[in-house]
Every structure is written in C-alpha cells, then in structure tokens.
C-alpha cells in the first residue's frame, strides 16, 4: 500500500516561530510537492522537487522555503509563522511524468 | 499559466441518481485529466483520470469525459450513493509541466438518503 504520511496531523504555532512540516513517502517517486489548501480556492501549489537536492517554486512560494536531502522525505518550512499562514497543507508524491500520484492526510496548522 | 474552472461548487442528489461535474481548462497543450475524492479530514485520493488520446473512460459507476476541442472534462458518477459525497477536485497537466497539476476549486457533493 502506498504511504505518504505527514510529521503532524494538526499543529499549533505562535507568530513568528520557525515551523517545520514533513513528508515522508515510501513509494521510490521521484517528484514530491506541497500544497496548502484552503476553502473556496481549492489546493495551491507551493513548492515541489523532482529529485533529490532540487525545488522549484510553484504559485505561491512567498513566505515559505522546502528541503529535499533524500528522495523518500521533502520538508516546507515556514521561516516566521504568520496568521495568514493558517491552512491545511497537502504533501503529495509521484512517478516523474504526468500522473495523479499519492496525497498525505494533510497538516492542519494554526498559526496565532 | 494554466487555468482550471471547476463548476458547481456544490452539488446536491438523491440516492441513486447521477451526478455530474464539470471543468474548463485553458492551456490547449494540457493532456492529463486526473479526478480526486476528499473525504472529511483526508487527502485527496485519485479515482480516475484520463490523457488526451482518449475520449472517455469508465470504471465501474465513475466515468470521465474529455473534449480537447472545447477544453473541458467531466466527471460522471451513476446510482450515487450516500458514500460517494465528498469534495470532488479536477486538475490539468501539460507535458512541458511534467507533473504539474493544476486543480479546480472543488465541488462538495452530498449524496441524500
């Protein structure tokens, strides 16, 4: 059964803090992305690798920045929480190529 | 870049009837067409989907629909039933974009008893 799973289901943070979210797939993709959601505009892109050590910014990268050092795990990182932050992020893998991949049951975060 | 329009964002049936969603995508080089269910509290999870050498795919009570010269998909789902209603989510990539997905905003279907 494939797997993507996520650090934290839901998560708490103040103002300013330094967050950290990470995904984990065990299905040997080569692409991984992050998305946050949120109602009415459905899932936005934020970032996303297709291999090891690389990242490209997707629609809405401002305020957040992503590692890959292994391609099992891509971390998003928010370098100073804001309140405009508070969503659900959506991790996701996939095979390299147009395909539908996997999604993690997502990451609730507050920021306040 | 490309653009998903994703209509109705709501969507109300009786148990048993069809039910249909519709999207619009901009970018005529787009040629995968995958469709998602989000159950309460999930991550979205792929149902179907289609590529552009195709005109229509069916599994089981699910079908999808693609019309590369008006630029929309369907999604058609029969005899719904109380278990199908969730978020339903369509998304376009193109070949240039690799795996790329761009969604639509979502349409929350409630399948009534």
Redesign the interface.
């Known amino acids: 059964d494939v797997k ?1 799973t996520q650090s934290s289901r839901y998560l708490v943070k103040r103002t300013g803090e330094k967050v950290f979210l990470e995904c984990v797939q065990d299905m040997d993709h080569e ?1 991984m ?1 992050w998305y946050r959601q949120d109602p ?6 934020i970032y ?1 690798s ?1 291999d090891v050590k690389m990242k490209e910014k ?2 809405i990268p401002e305020g957040y920045s992503v590692s890959r050092e292994k391609k099992e795990r891509f971390s998003l990182i928010l370098e100073s929480a804001s309140t405009n932050q508070t969503s659900m992020y ?1 991790c ?1 893998s ?13 990451t609730r975060l507050t920021v306040l | ?1 490309e653009n998903v329009e ?1 209509h109705p ?1 709501t969507l109300s049936v009786q148990e048993g009837d069809s039910a249909v969603i519709k999207c619009t995508y901009s970018d005529s080089a787009s ?2 067409f ?1 469709w ?1 269910k989000q159950e309460l ?6 149902i179907i ?1 289609i ?1 552009s050498n195709v005109g229509e795919k069916k599994d089981q009570r699910i079908a999808v629909t693609l019309n590369k010269t008006a630029k929309h998909f369907s999604l058609h789902i029969t005899e719904t039933q109380p278990e199908d209603s969730a978020v339903y ?1 369509c ?1 376009a ?3 240039t ?10 349409t929350q279907l409630t399948v009534n008893p």
């Open positions: 993507v692409n992305f009415g505009l459905g899932l936005r892109l996303f297709y997707g629609d959506l996701a996939s095979f390299r190529g147009p395909s539908g991949g996997f999604f993690g049951p997502g | 870049g994703q964002s040629n995968y995958p998602y509290g999930k991550g979205p999870q792929l989907d590529r989510f998304a990539s193109t070949q974009s690799g795996s790329r997905l761009t969604f639509g905003e979502g």
